[in-house]
C-alpha cells in the first residue's frame, strides 16, 4: 500500500500525559500537513512542511502541540500534558502539489 | 476566518435516486475539492477542480467549480449503499509561499435505503 499511514490508529490517555504520533507520507510527496477533526465538523488544519521546513502553523496549535519532519520524510505530531479538549481525530495529508491525500487519522481519547 | 457552508447537512434517500449537495463560501477559491469520509477513517480524495466554471465527472460523480469561485456543488447520480458517508466540500487557500491549507465545510452525511 503506498497511501499515507499513520499510527498508532487509536490512543487512549490519561489527562496530563505526553502523547506522539507517527505519519508517513506517501513517497516523494514533499508537502506534508497535519489537520485535526472533531465529532461533526470538518478536519481543520494544524500545521504545514515543505520537506523539513514547517512553514506555517495555525493560531489552534497551542503551545503544548510540537510537530517535526527531521529527514523530509516522516513527520511526529507531539501533545503534552493533553487536556480532555484535546480529544479528536488527527490527519496528516501530503501532496506533491496541489491535492492532498490524507492518511487513516489517530484518534485520541483523554480521559 | 473563512468558513464553508455546506448543505443540506444530511440526506437519506432511496437506492437509486440522485442526490446533490453544494458549498457556498464567503472568500473566494482558487481550487475546490470534494472528500467522502466514511467513519473512523481518514477523507477520500473524490474530485478536484481549478478552474471556475470546471464541470468535472468521476464515475456517477459529477461536480462543478462556481463562476464566481464562491461555490462548488456535487451531484451523485443513481446512488447505491456504498455511497453512505459523510461527504466534505473544502477550498484551498494559500498560506506560505508555496503551501496550502483546506478550508472544510461542516459536511453532508448520506443515508441510502435500500
Known amino acids: 500500500d503506498t497511501g499515507v499511514s499513520q499510527n498508532p490508529r487509536h490512543k487512549i490517555t490519561k489527562r496530563g500525559q505526553n502523547v506522539t504520533f507517527r505519519c508517513d507520507p506517501i513517497?516523494?510527496?514533499?508537502?506534508l500537513y497535519w489537520y485535526r477533526q472533531t465529532l461533526g465538523q470538518g478536519p481543520e488544519f494544524l500545521t504545514y512542511f515543505q520537506n523539513e521546513a514547517q512553514l506555517e502553523k495555525s493560531r489552534l496549535l497551542s503551545d503544548r502541540f510540537s510537530a517535526e519532519r527531521p529527514k523530509g520524510s516522516f513527520s511526529t505530531l507531539e501533545i503534552q500534558r493533553t487536556e480532555q479538549g484535546d480529544s479528536a481525530m488527527y490527519l496528516c495529508?501530503?501532496?506533491?502539489?496541489?491535492?492532498?491525500?490524507f492518511g487513516p487519522g489517530t484518534r485520541l481519547t483523554v480521559l | 476566518g473563512q468558513q464553508l457552508n455546506q448543505s443540506p447537512q444530511s440526506m437519506f434517500i432511496q437506492e437509486g435516486e440522485d442526490v446533490s449537495m453544494n458549498c457556498t463560501s464567503s472568500?473566494?477559491?482558487?481550487?475546490w475539492l470534494w472528500y467522502k469520509q466514511d467513519p473512523g477513517e481518514g477523507p477520500v480524495l473524490l474530485i478536484a477542480l481549478y478552474k471556475a466554471g470546471e464541470l468535472t465527472s468521476n464515475g456517477r460523480l459529477t461536480a462543478q467549480f462556481g463562476i464566481t469561485r464562491k461555490d462548488s456543488f456535487l451531484n451523485i447520480s443513481a446512488s447505491i449503499p456504498s455511497d453512505v458517508g459523510i461527504y466534505f466540500c473544502?477550498?484551498?487557500?494559500?498560506?506560505?509561499?508555496?503551501?496550502?491549507?483546506?478550508?472544510f465545510g461542516k459536511g453532508t452525511t448520506l443515508s441510502v435505503s435500500s
Open positions: 495529508a501530503s501532496s506533491p502539489s496541489g491535492e492532498q491525500f
Open positions: 473544502a477550498g484551498q487557500r494559500t498560506i506560505n509561499q508555496a503551501g496550502t491549507a483546506l478550508i
Open positions: 513517497s516523494e510527496h514533499n508537502r
Open positions: 472568500s473566494i477559491f482558487n481550487t
